[in-house]
Protein backbone atom coordinates (compact mmCIF):
# COMPACT_ATOMS: atom_id res chain seq x y z
CA UNK A 1 0.00 0.00 0.00
CA UNK A 2 1.13 3.66 -0.64
CA UNK A 3 1.61 5.66 1.75
CA UNK A 4 3.17 9.73 2.21
CA UNK A 5 5.07 11.47 4.68
CA UNK A 6 5.30 15.20 5.31
CA UNK A 7 8.32 15.32 7.80
CA UNK A 8 7.57 18.99 8.90
CA UNK A 9 4.50 19.52 11.26
CA UNK A 10 4.92 23.31 11.39
CA UNK A 11 6.70 25.94 8.85
CA UNK A 12 7.36 29.25 9.88
CA UNK A 13 8.74 31.65 7.28
CA UNK A 14 8.87 35.16 6.87
CA UNK A 15 7.31 37.26 4.47
CA UNK A 16 8.81 37.27 1.13
CA UNK A 17 11.44 34.47 1.93
CA UNK A 18 11.86 31.66 -0.15
CA UNK A 19 9.40 28.05 0.67
CA UNK A 20 10.10 24.24 0.52
CA UNK A 21 7.98 21.54 1.93
CA UNK A 22 9.08 18.27 2.06
CA UNK A 23 6.86 15.43 1.36
CA UNK A 24 8.39 11.84 0.73
CA UNK A 25 5.92 8.71 -0.66
CA UNK A 26 6.20 5.21 -0.80
CA UNK A 27 4.68 2.85 -3.39
CA UNK A 28 6.22 0.40 -6.01
CA UNK A 29 5.41 1.55 -8.99
CA UNK A 30 5.18 4.76 -10.52
CA UNK A 31 3.21 7.37 -8.45
CA UNK A 32 0.36 9.93 -8.93
CA UNK A 33 1.23 13.22 -7.06
CA UNK A 34 -0.35 15.87 -6.02
CA UNK A 35 -0.09 18.68 -3.35
CA UNK A 36 -3.41 20.61 -2.19
CA UNK A 37 -3.81 23.59 0.28
CA UNK A 38 -6.33 24.06 2.41
CA UNK A 39 -7.72 27.26 4.28
CA UNK A 40 -9.30 26.82 7.96
CA UNK A 41 -12.64 25.48 7.77
CA UNK A 42 -12.68 24.50 3.72
CA UNK A 43 -12.36 22.17 1.41
CA UNK A 44 -8.97 21.59 -0.24
CA UNK A 45 -7.44 22.82 -3.40
CA UNK A 46 -5.13 21.29 -6.21
CA UNK A 47 -2.11 23.22 -6.30
CA UNK A 48 -0.42 20.91 -8.67
CA UNK A 49 0.00 17.34 -10.07
CA UNK A 50 2.67 15.26 -11.52
CA UNK A 51 1.66 12.55 -13.67
CA UNK A 52 4.46 11.63 -15.81
CA UNK A 53 6.60 13.71 -18.13
CA UNK A 54 8.74 16.05 -16.76
CA UNK A 55 9.56 16.61 -13.16
CA UNK A 56 9.36 19.89 -12.27
CA UNK A 57 5.69 20.51 -12.29
CA UNK A 58 4.34 24.25 -12.17
CA UNK A 59 1.19 24.99 -10.60
CA UNK A 60 -1.55 27.83 -9.29
CA UNK A 61 -0.19 31.06 -7.13
CA UNK A 62 3.57 30.15 -8.14
CA UNK A 63 4.26 27.19 -6.74
CA UNK A 64 6.44 24.41 -8.28
CA UNK A 65 7.49 20.98 -7.76
CA UNK A 66 9.84 18.69 -8.08
CA UNK A 67 9.94 14.80 -8.93
CA UNK A 68 12.81 12.93 -7.64
CA UNK A 69 12.35 9.32 -7.59
CA UNK A 70 15.69 8.18 -6.72
CA UNK A 71 14.78 9.99 -3.11
CA UNK A 72 11.08 9.42 -3.77
CA UNK A 73 10.29 12.61 -2.48
CA UNK A 74 7.95 15.34 -4.62
CA UNK A 75 8.94 19.22 -2.19
CA UNK A 76 6.75 21.79 -2.88
CA UNK A 77 8.47 25.28 -3.62
CA UNK A 78 7.77 28.99 -3.86
CA UNK A 79 10.45 31.48 -4.51
CA UNK A 80 8.54 34.22 -2.29
CA UNK A 81 5.98 33.78 0.43
CA UNK A 82 2.83 36.28 0.68
CA UNK A 83 0.96 36.71 3.85
CA UNK A 84 -2.00 35.13 1.86
CA UNK A 85 -0.45 31.15 1.86
CA UNK A 86 -0.88 30.79 5.31
CA UNK A 87 -2.49 27.72 5.10
CA UNK A 88 -2.82 23.68 5.93
CA UNK A 89 -0.67 22.14 2.92
CA UNK A 90 -1.24 18.73 2.09
CA UNK A 91 0.61 16.20 0.05
CA UNK A 92 -1.02 13.28 -1.43
CA UNK A 93 -0.46 9.96 -3.63
CA UNK A 94 -2.27 7.59 -6.02
CA UNK A 95 -1.89 4.34 -7.80
CA UNK A 96 -3.50 6.28 -10.63
CA UNK A 97 -4.89 9.66 -11.59
CA UNK A 98 -8.34 9.79 -10.55
CA UNK A 99 -7.89 6.83 -8.00
CA UNK A 100 -8.26 7.07 -4.14
CA UNK A 101 -5.53 9.74 -2.54
CA UNK A 102 -3.64 8.41 0.24
CA UNK A 103 -3.03 11.80 2.17
CA UNK A 104 -0.03 12.68 4.24
CA UNK A 105 -0.56 14.22 7.53
CA UNK A 106 0.17 17.69 6.29
CA UNK A 107 2.49 20.87 7.10
CA UNK A 108 0.70 24.25 8.46
CA UNK A 109 2.32 27.09 7.20
CA UNK A 110 2.55 30.30 8.99
CA UNK A 111 4.26 33.32 7.60
CA UNK A 112 5.33 36.30 9.67
CA UNK A 113 4.86 39.94 8.39
CA UNK B 1 -13.62 24.99 -14.15
CA UNK B 2 -13.95 22.06 -11.97
CA UNK B 3 -16.39 23.18 -8.63
CA UNK B 4 -17.74 21.26 -6.71
CA UNK B 5 -20.50 22.59 -4.07
CA UNK B 6 -21.21 20.47 -0.87
CA UNK B 7 -24.15 21.66 1.19
CA UNK B 8 -24.57 22.03 3.94
CA UNK B 9 -21.18 23.70 5.17
CA UNK B 10 -21.85 23.42 9.12
CA UNK B 11 -25.02 21.65 10.55
CA UNK B 12 -25.63 21.08 14.61
CA UNK B 13 -28.50 18.03 15.79
CA UNK B 14 -29.37 16.27 18.42
CA UNK B 15 -28.11 12.89 18.95
CA UNK B 16 -29.96 10.15 17.35
CA UNK B 17 -30.92 12.30 14.24
CA UNK B 18 -30.03 11.20 10.77
CA UNK B 19 -28.23 13.68 8.68
CA UNK B 20 -27.51 14.30 5.13
CA UNK B 21 -24.54 16.28 3.16
CA UNK B 22 -25.01 16.58 -0.23
CA UNK B 23 -21.64 16.99 -2.93
CA UNK B 24 -22.47 18.48 -6.18
CA UNK B 25 -20.41 18.72 -9.11
CA UNK B 26 -21.65 22.16 -10.77
CA UNK B 27 -19.67 21.99 -14.20
CA UNK B 28 -19.43 18.70 -14.64
CA UNK B 29 -20.06 15.21 -14.77
CA UNK B 30 -18.47 13.28 -12.22
CA UNK B 31 -18.56 9.45 -12.35
CA UNK B 32 -17.42 8.96 -9.08
CA UNK B 33 -17.10 10.82 -6.50
CA UNK B 34 -14.95 10.70 -2.90
CA UNK B 35 -16.16 11.12 0.83
CA UNK B 36 -13.46 12.51 3.68
CA UNK B 37 -13.37 12.16 6.76
CA UNK B 38 -10.88 14.97 8.44
CA UNK B 39 -10.83 15.00 12.44
CA UNK B 40 -9.01 18.63 13.72
CA UNK B 41 -5.58 19.27 12.83
CA UNK B 42 -5.50 16.03 11.27
CA UNK B 43 -5.01 14.62 7.86
CA UNK B 44 -8.06 13.25 5.73
CA UNK B 45 -9.41 9.46 5.85
CA UNK B 46 -10.88 8.39 3.17
CA UNK B 47 -14.10 6.28 4.33
CA UNK B 48 -15.96 5.76 0.61
CA UNK B 49 -15.89 6.09 -3.01
CA UNK B 50 -19.34 6.36 -4.87
CA UNK B 51 -19.88 5.28 -8.51
CA UNK B 52 -23.10 6.76 -9.96
CA UNK B 53 -25.84 4.01 -10.12
CA UNK B 54 -23.57 1.36 -8.39
CA UNK B 55 -23.08 0.93 -4.51
CA UNK B 56 -20.56 2.79 -2.86
CA UNK B 57 -16.99 0.63 -2.05
CA UNK B 58 -16.04 1.27 1.74
CA UNK B 59 -12.81 1.40 3.62
CA UNK B 60 -11.93 -0.68 6.47
CA UNK B 61 -13.53 0.07 9.60
CA UNK B 62 -16.30 2.65 7.81
CA UNK B 63 -19.68 1.37 8.93
CA UNK B 64 -21.87 0.83 5.78
CA UNK B 65 -24.99 0.77 7.30
CA UNK B 66 -24.60 4.26 9.23
CA UNK B 67 -22.74 6.30 6.66
CA UNK B 68 -25.28 5.74 3.68
CA UNK B 69 -23.99 6.61 0.54
CA UNK B 70 -25.99 7.37 -2.73
CA UNK B 71 -24.79 8.88 -5.90
CA UNK B 72 -28.16 8.71 -8.45
CA UNK B 73 -26.82 11.15 -10.74
CA UNK B 74 -23.68 12.36 -12.50
CA UNK B 75 -23.59 15.53 -10.41
CA UNK B 76 -25.43 14.84 -7.07
CA UNK B 77 -23.98 12.13 -4.02
CA UNK B 78 -25.18 11.90 -0.92
CA UNK B 79 -23.78 10.59 2.55
CA UNK B 80 -26.40 10.53 5.52
CA UNK B 81 -24.82 10.09 8.77
CA UNK B 82 -27.51 7.42 10.50
CA UNK B 83 -28.61 7.81 14.08
CA UNK B 84 -25.43 10.17 14.54
CA UNK B 85 -23.74 10.87 18.19
CA UNK B 86 -21.63 12.98 19.19
CA UNK B 87 -18.62 11.10 18.08
CA UNK B 88 -19.69 11.54 14.53
CA UNK B 89 -18.93 15.02 15.07
CA UNK B 90 -16.29 15.66 12.71
CA UNK B 91 -15.36 17.75 9.06
CA UNK B 92 -16.95 15.69 6.36
CA UNK B 93 -15.51 16.28 2.46
CA UNK B 94 -16.64 15.43 -0.75
CA UNK B 95 -14.38 15.23 -3.84
CA UNK B 96 -15.10 14.17 -7.75
CA UNK B 97 -13.59 14.11 -10.82
CA UNK B 98 -14.36 14.13 -14.42
CA UNK B 99 -13.20 10.87 -15.39
CA UNK B 100 -10.13 8.37 -15.60
CA UNK B 101 -6.94 10.18 -14.59
CA UNK B 102 -8.37 13.54 -13.67
CA UNK B 103 -7.33 14.76 -10.53
CA UNK B 104 -9.82 15.08 -7.91
CA UNK B 105 -11.98 18.38 -7.24
CA UNK B 106 -12.97 19.02 -3.52
CA UNK B 107 -16.10 20.42 -1.94
CA UNK B 108 -15.67 23.38 0.40
CA UNK B 109 -16.10 20.58 3.31
CA UNK B 110 -19.46 20.24 6.22
CA UNK B 111 -18.73 20.52 9.71
CA UNK B 112 -20.98 18.48 11.66
CA UNK B 113 -21.47 19.05 15.46
CA UNK B 114 -23.51 15.90 17.02
CA UNK B 115 -24.64 17.69 20.73
Known amino acids: AQSVTQPDIHITVSEGASLELRCNYS??????LFWYVQSPGQGLQLLLK??????LVQGIKGFEAEFKRSQSSFNLRKPSVHWSDAAEYFCAVSTGGGNKLTFGTGTQLKVEL | GAVVSQHPSWVICKSGTSVKIECRSL??????MFWYRQFPKQSLMLMATSNEGSKATYEQGVEKDKFLINHASLTLSTLTVTSAHPEDSSFYIC???????????FGDGTRLSIL
Open chain 2, 27 to 32: DFQATT
Open chain 1, 27 to 32: YGATPY
Open chain 1, 50 to 55: YFSGDT
Open chain 2, 95 to 105: SARKGVNQPQH
